[in-house]
C-alpha cells in the first residue's frame, strides 16, 4: 500500500465551481501534512499547511481527520489559474516529505 | 535569497555516459532533498541530508547512483553509467527543520538515449 494515495482524476471542473480532493495516508505517526501546488512542468510549490483543527486561507480550506488517516481540500469558486497538479503531503518524525501522485484539476470557462 | 538553484535545466545524454546533477540550496537551510519525478511513479525520495551528512538514501534505486553533499551550499547527485529509465525530472528541494515545508529548485529533465 502507498504511503500517500490520491484520486489522479483528472477533475474537470467549470469556473466558479467548488471541487475536493481527498487524500488518505497510511502512517498512522506523521506529523505534518501539507498541500503543494504544481504546474505543468513546473516544481511542486506549497499551497498550504494543514492543521488539525482545520484551516482557510482565501478560496482553500484544508481538514485534517487523524482517526481516519485523511486531509481534505476544498476550493471555493474555482478559477481558470487554479489548474494544476495537486500533491498531498505528509511528514513523519526522522523522514523526509512523502509525496502523493497528485489530483489533476482542470477549470474551464 | 534565490532560491533553490539546480543546474543544469534540461540533460540529454548517451546510455552509458556519466550524468550529474548540481544544487545550491537556500542559505540557511539544514536539510537538502534530492527526489525524482516520473508519470508513472510520482515524486519518489531519493536521498536527503541534515547538515551536509546523508540521513536516508534508501530511496536511491542502486549502485549507480551517488549523492554528495560536501558543504552547507551545494550537492551532486551522479548516475553512472546512465540509462534510458533513469529519464525523469529530478527535484533538489531545501528545508529549515524538519517536518517543515521544502522549497523545491525548478528541476533537472534528464533525458537518457
Redesign the interface.
Known sequence: RKEVEQDPGPFNVPEGATVAFNCTYSNSAS??F?WYRQDCR?????LM?VYSSGNEDGRFTAQLNRASQYISLLIRDSKLSDSATY?CVV?Q??????????TTLSVSS | DAGVIQSPRHEVTEMGQEVTLRCKPISGHD?L?W?RQTMM???E?LI?FNNNVPI?DSGMPEDRFSAKMPNASFSTLKIQPSEPRDSAVY?C?SSLG??????????TRLTVV
Request: proline fraction near 2%.
Open positions: 506529523q505534518s501539507f513546473k516544481e511542486p510549490k506549497l499547511s500533491l511528514n518524525a526522522g523522514t523526509a516529505l512523502i509525496f502523493g501522485k497528485g | 536539510y532533498f527526489y511513479r510520482g515524486l525520495l536527503y536516508d527535484f528541494a524538519q517536518g517543515i515545508s521544502a522549497f523545491f529548485g525548478q528541476g
